[in-house]
């Protein structure tokens, strides 16, 4: 103890290890746009795509960006388009069109001017600026170089960004959330890391943009290396529909790299899919511990628990996402097999990571109220967990599924000093009222965030 010391008493409450939320959307750039980016996927030909940028055009006051994104080759039946088709449809709006797999964007003049993109601009290889017989760019860009376009666009909302982010940090730091783990768009990437570059992260996070675009974080993380402990990376999400030869390529491309993946469930048959897959990828690259992620596997069928263990899974489950299959089941949706078999998971060998799924610039469930969900909840054969395993699965084995787990997650020396006193110590009497307990004091890395003592 020193000088500047400080003594709590903490009056017989409760202090746990800051919580990790570890699946939350912690903003959503491509939602704070006025015209949100056109989807361009489900157009059909060159002719509907230039309809609709042509109206963008007509309703936006010039200067304003028009962005599109997930246009894969079909959608241009041919050769890509080029800025010049671009500035045919839209000269005074900066147009920017990112494709389905988020590595590669087709730009106009106006977008690739306010990039301060040209002739002398370097290529970043493996990425790639397109040029045309003259070397001017045409338009298309490929991997790195594409930060130069969103750092454009970034930059145009960074005070909305810093005022958004400021609350949701707030809101979070008052319930003992410590540690994030978040998955999005690039475009929150790189907002993300702005943040973190100007040292306005008042909570950890994990981020992790989409698994399409694999190869862009193997090149980032080339160039930039991984983190540090108020942010870091080098993990990859995948958005469900999970086609078993597709998702081969791209699990074995990102482990290659020494990259994490994570993918959203949806239905069993794409739970088979994913996890022959990791099994296949595990075997192949004799992976010792891939922590392959399942996200939201909720309705795990018992025959693929043992799997689990065998791939090295991490299972992640938001105990706010159980009130849905209560309201489906409810409307006659066929009932759940085996609805949040927790200890049969953990008695399998196999980690369990909490979270809640939420956008907390809209709405912030409290881990206590999150872990009250999860200890009311019991498995079909009737087990549950025990309160501590809850809190291990909103700590330790949440900063394990981030591969954090030797700098966070518990109370230990040598640990980030990161932890919450609650107002109570909830751990004890019922389960139905662990809800109430409130965070008095959250501390990051020693730092107060979050003081109500
Ligand atoms: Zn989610």
Redesign the pocket.
């Given at each position: 103890m020193g000088a500047k010391t400080r003594i709590v008493d903490g009056k017989g409450s409760l202090v746990t290890p800051g919580l990790n939320d570890s699946?939350?959307?912690l903003m959503s750039y491509d939602r704070a746009h006025p015209f949100p980016p056109i989807f361009l996927r489900f157009l059909h030909g060159r002719q509907q795509v230039a309809e609709k940028i042509a109206s963008y055009a007509a309703k936006l006051p010039k200067g304003s960006w028009i962005l599109g994104e997930d246009w894969t080759d079909s959608v241009w039946a041919g050769p890509l388009p080029t800025r010049v088709w671009l500035d045919s449809l839209a000269p005074d709006h900066p147009v920017w069109l990112v494709g389905r797999e988020g590595n590669s964007g087709i730009a106009n003049s106006a977008a690739l001017r306010a990039a301060k993109i040209d002739r002398q601009t370097a290529d970043e290889p493996p990425g790639a600026i397109e040029r045309d017989g003259k070397g001017d760019a045409t338009g298309v860009i490929r991997g790195g170089p594409m930060w130069r376009i969103e750092a454009t666009l970034i930059e145009r909302s960074r005070d909305a960004d810093d005022r958004a982010i400021e609350q949701v940090m707030t809101g979070l730091l008052r319930t003992g959330v410590t540690s994030v783990q978040h998955?999005n768009s690039w475009y929150d990437f790189l907002v993300l890391r702005r943040l973190h570059q100007e040292a306005k992260l008042r909570i950890r996070i994990y981020a992790s943009p989409p698994l399409p675009a694999w190869e862009r974080l193997r090149d980032y993380v080339g160039a930039q290396g991984r983190g540090d402990t108020w942010m870091h990376w080098g993990g990859l999400?995948g958005y469900g529909a999970i086609q078993a030869d597709q998702y081969y390529r791209w699990v074995s491309g990102a482990s290659k790299a020494g990259l994490q993946v994570m993918a959203?469930l949806g239905s069993e048959s794409e739970m088979r899919q994913l996890l022959q897959v990791y099994g296949r990828v595990r075997g192949e690259q004799k992976l010792t511990d891939p922590r392959f992620r399942l996200?939201?596997g909720h309705d795990m069928p018992a025959d693929l628990i043992p799997v689990l263990a065998q791939v090295g899974a991490v299972a992640s489950m938001?105990p706010p996402l159980l009130a849905h299959f209560d309201q489906r089941t409810a409307l006659g949706v066929p009932a759940p097999k085996n609805l949040f078999p927790c200890r049969a998971i953990l008695e399998a060998g196999v980690r369990i990571a909490f979270g809640t799924?939420t956008y907390p610039a809209t709405e912030i469930i409290a881990p206590a109220a999150s872990l009250q969900m999860a200890l009311e909840r019991a498995a079909p054969d009737g087990t549950r967990l025990t309160i501590d395993e809850a809190l291990r699965a909103y700590t330790l084995d949440a900063a394990y599924a981030e591969f954090a787990e030797r700098e966070k997650g518990s109370l230990e020396p040598g640990k980030l000093a990161d932890f919450v006193l609650f107002d109570r110590d909830f751990t004890r009497g019922s389960v139905h009222s662990i809800g109430n307990a409130e965070a008095r004091m959250t501390v990051v890395g020693g730092r107060v965030m979050y003081d109500a003592l």
């Open positions: 699946h939350i959307h998955n999400k959203h996200e939201h938001q799924d």
